[in-house]
């Protein structure tokens, strides 16, 4: 290739990239526009809650969540917080963003009152919560305590604490992978080209992104965002740290940038492309979930992880030639420099001595590995992961569970969140006895559109008469407990045993009966896409590595490295966290990542192990794998671990358990699995590794 094109051709792709970073850049902060927090909006068609929203309409005016105010005072309210009460109740009712507002409703002991505040529909629930709240604060006589609460109250808490996914949680992600890349590499420079080949690859992933959203072709949330973020920046880290060293390696036997290129790319072009096609392969069984958020996470997680790639063998590549050497400053590989050597009594460094330790006790390495890894995986005996009421999903302080706890002292916990139950309207009175008859449910009115407080109670008489649509009704059931609790979760089983003797097509839905659903189908979930995971990943391994032998042990490893992780995650938040549960999504989640990403590892070590076994046999090729490989593999996924906790700074139950989980699992598999699990159990197996290819079969040199 001529002079000019060597020039040219790294200058037209750094020039793409910046293009494409100039107009993916300003997305950054516009992706919140076109995600939701509506935790219905993440069910399949075919729940029963899904359902009863989708025809709700259909018995009452369109509308917003409710915003439930509660006001209280210890020893009673006064003449005075009652007024207030009253007047907060007619002033809410003129606001441009609530539909509706109820009276000011005493309590029975004479300590609180509740005031019901129905949003309209295009409502911004969080600036119309917060502007309620403003309002309750300045309406407040002193001594009066007040709250919003209620489902756009839970809503909004939990919009604020996804706040900071678009700035603070990048931020805290990029400056915890630079302090490591500068510790480790000791250059100012390459820091910034691994970073900036980072970033630019989010940038375009959050631009496809945003217009498949904005397309409604798929649906993002902020956990989707958050981790679309952290996946990006870890995984095109990861891959422009392995390009990094082959083009290292590649300056010591190259003069020219563009041969040393041309080299680093040949050598690792196949584990690069390799480990991203797992990742992609990986994250798209989520596809099979029956839950959106759980599907929605498997294409967007798949864009970032396309863009990691073509990242990490276009961009960077461009931007190391264009540096060359300098990129390395103060450290520059000089060109005809000696490589370090891996194995033998010359050897020197941590991983010669790591080479050395499997070289003579490789059973007894890998078994204590693995006995070790077994014991940590018995905490999986206490993990507790079907589900954590709403009230539980934001970490610190919660106005919306403050106010729900009030309310449960002087109300019916379900209050302004009841559970619909849609049945034919010939049985009307007899859902509504079987309905009321149910433990746990205080009360039942059905859905009116021309009653004035939008029910009626059947059998009232009067103007107003239950609302038939397509032959059904709609049926209000308050409940005893708050919507989100355990007890409230059980009364929506019950509800739906009870209706189905009476009309077998009646459905419940509401608040709590999203929950159930969501719960059990992620629970579904799990139970069908972990073993396809293993098995697709198992046969990608297979064609990669010409062998069944080597990707069976690799799968193993990660298994139990995947079982170590969540059984110590289970133990600490449990006993150190104090944290009430784990969603069924938590468990899924860690293991599509921790094995994907684990496997990447072992793809990065293997494929160097084959190389090198090819050329000096096996039981060397596995010693000179690992010493070549162990630095990069170990910064690798020390960068990884630590973009993963970086999830931790959201205050979201969920966002911050999948940061444990998947950091110590990325450790382990880094530290433990790849380092000595696996370089043991493939010095021990021999040539036995690699059956049934060439190399099982092939004394020594091929």
């Given at each position: 290739?001529?002079r ?7 200058a ?5 990239w ?5 107009v993916g850049g300003?997305y950054?902060?516009?992706i919140s526009e ?5 935790q ?7 729940a ?15 509308s ?18 009652r007024?207030?009460a009253?007047?907060?109740?007619t ?6 963003d609530?539909?509706g507002v109820s009276?000011a ?11 019901i ?7 911004d629930?969080?600036?119309?919560v917060e502007?309620?709240r403003?309002d ?9 305590q007040g ?7 839970f ?12 700035g603070i949680?990048?931020?805290v992600a ?7 890349l ?9 820091p ?5 080949t980072?970033?630019f690859?989010?940038?375009a992933?959050?631009l496809?992104?945003?217009?498949l959203a ?5 649906t993002v ?7 679309l973020?952290?996946l ?8 422009a ?7 290292r390696e590649?300056?010591?036997?190259h ?5 040393a290129?041309?080299?680093a ?9 390799a480990?991203?096609g ?16 759980n599907?929605a996470?498997?294409?967007v ?10 990242a ?7 931007l ?7 990129a ?11 490589h370090?050597?891996?194995t ?7 991983w010669?001595?790591v080479?050395?330790l ?7 390495v890998?078994?204590v ?12 005996i ?8 709403q009230s ?6 919660s106005?919306?569970r403050?106010?729900q706890?009030?309310?449960?002292d002087?109300?019916?916990g ?26 746990g ?7 009116a559109?021309d009653?004035?407080s939008?029910t ?7 103007g107003?008469?239950p ?14 407990d708050?919507?989100?609790?355990d ?9 739906r045993?009870?209706?189905?003797r009476v009309d ?5 839905g509401g ?9 059990d189908?992620?629970?579904r979930?799990?139970?069908?896409i ?11 391994l ?13 799968i193993?490893?990660?298994i139990?490295?995947?079982a170590?992780?969540l059984?110590v ?5 449990d006993?150190?966290f ?36 090819l050329?000096?046999g ?10 070549v ?5 170990t910064?690798?996924?020390?960068v ?7 999830l ?10 999948i940061?444990?989980?998947v ?6 598999d880094?530290?433990?699995?790849r380092s000595l699990?696996v370089?043991a159990?493939a ?6 590794a690699?059956?049934?290819s ?5 004394a020594?040199?091929m």
């Amino acid at each position: 290739m001529s002079r000019f094109l060597r020039i040219v051709l790294p200058a037209l792709v750094i020039v793409a990239w910046l293009a494409i970073a100039s107009v993916g850049g300003p997305y950054f902060g516009k992706i919140s526009e076109v995600s939701t927090n509506d935790q219905t909006s993440f069910l399949p068609a075919s729940a029963d809650a899904t359902k009863v929203q989708e025809r709700a309409s259909e018995f009452r005016q369109t509308s917003g969540a409710p915003a439930i105010v509660v006001l209280s005072r210890d020893g009673g309210l006064t003449t005075a917080d009652r007024a207030a009460a009253s007047t907060l109740a007619t002033d809410l009712g003129k606001r441009d963003d609530v539909q509706g507002v109820s009276p000011a409703i005493p309590s029975e002991d004479g300590d609180a009152v509740e005031i019901i505040a129905t949003l309209t529909q295009d409502a911004d629930t969080g600036d119309a919560v917060e502007a309620i709240r403003t309002d309750v604060d300045d309406a407040l006589p002193s001594g009066l305590q007040g709250y919003v609460t209620g489902p756009a109250g839970f809503t909004a808490d939990l919009t604020e604490a996804f706040a900071g996914i678009d700035g603070i949680l990048l931020g805290v992600a990029l400056a915890a992978v630079f302090v490591i890349l500068i510790v480790v590499y000791r250059s100012p420079l390459l820091p910034i080209l691994v970073l900036g080949t980072a970033t630019f690859a989010l940038c375009a992933s959050i631009l496809v992104v945003w217009w498949l959203a904005k397309a409604g072709v798929v649906t993002v949330n902020g956990q989707v965002q958050g981790i679309l973020s952290i996946l990006v920046i870890g995984a095109a880290t990861d891959y422009a740290l392995l390009y990094t060293a082959r083009f290292r390696e590649a300056l010591r036997d190259h003069r020219t940038g563009w041969g040393a290129t041309k080299a680093a790319l040949r050598g690792s072009l196949e584990p690069i492309l390799a480990s991203g096609g797992t990742v992609i392969v990986g994250v798209l069984c989520l596809l099979l979930s029956d839950l959106n958020s759980n599907k929605a996470l498997g294409p967007v997680a798949a864009i970032g992880i396309a863009f990691s790639l073509l990242a990490a063998l276009t961009l960077l590549p461009a931007l190391l030639m264009a540096f060359r050497r300098a990129a390395f400053w103060p450290l520059r590989p000089a060109h005809g420099s000696a490589h370090p050597v891996l194995t033998g009594p010359e050897a020197r460094g941590v991983w010669a001595k790591v080479g050395r330790l499997v070289a003579r006790r490789s059973r007894v390495v890998w078994i204590v590995c693995t006995v070790g890894l077994l014991a940590m995986g018995t905490g999986l005996i206490g993990l507790k992961a079907d589900g954590v009421p709403q009230s539980d999903l934001v970490i610190g302080s919660s106005q919306a569970r403050d106010g729900q706890d009030v309310l449960a002292d002087h109300f019916p916990g379900g209050s302004g969140s009841p559970a619909q139950v849609i049945g034919s309207a010939s049985k009307a009175d007899e859902l509504a006895r079987a309905v009321a008859g149910v433990d746990g449910v205080d009360g039942v009115v059905a859905a009116a559109k021309d009653a004035p407080s939008g029910t009626v109670a059947l059998g009232q008489g009067g103007g107003a008469t239950p609302t038939v649509s397509r032959g059904d009704v709609l049926l209000e059931a308050t409940l005893s407990d708050p919507a989100d609790s355990d007890a409230a979760e059980q009364t929506v089983r019950d509800l739906r045993t009870a209706v189905e003797r009476v009309d077998p097509g009646a459905i419940v839905g509401g608040v709590t009966a999203t929950a159930v659903d969501t719960n059990d189908t992620g629970i579904r979930d799990r139970t069908l896409i972990i073993p396809v995971v293993l098995v697709v990943i198992l046969l990608i391994l297979m064609l990669l590595l010409r062998s069944i032998v080597a990707p069976l042990v690799l799968i193993g490893s990660v298994i139990v490295s995947f079982a170590a992780a969540l059984g110590v995650g289970a133990l600490v938040f449990d006993h150190v966290f104090h944290f009430p549960g784990a969603d069924p999504s938590v468990p899924l989640y860690s293991f599509v990542f921790l094995v994907a990403l684990g496997v990447d590892y072992n793809i990065f070590l293997m494929t160097r192990v084959r190389e090198e076994a090819l050329r000096h046999g096996p039981h060397e090729g596995v010693l000179r794998g690992l010493g070549v490989t162990g630095g990069v593999i170990t910064s690798a996924g020390i960068v990884l671990a630590a973009t993963f906790a970086a999830l931790g700074v959201i205050p979201i139950l969920f966002l911050v358990q999948i940061a444990f989980v998947v950091a110590f699992g990325v450790l382990l598999d880094t530290i433990v699995v790849r380092s000595l699990l696996v370089p043991a159990l493939a010095y021990d197996l021999g040539r036995r590794a690699w059956w049934p290819s060439r190399l099982s079969r092939a004394a020594h040199h091929m």
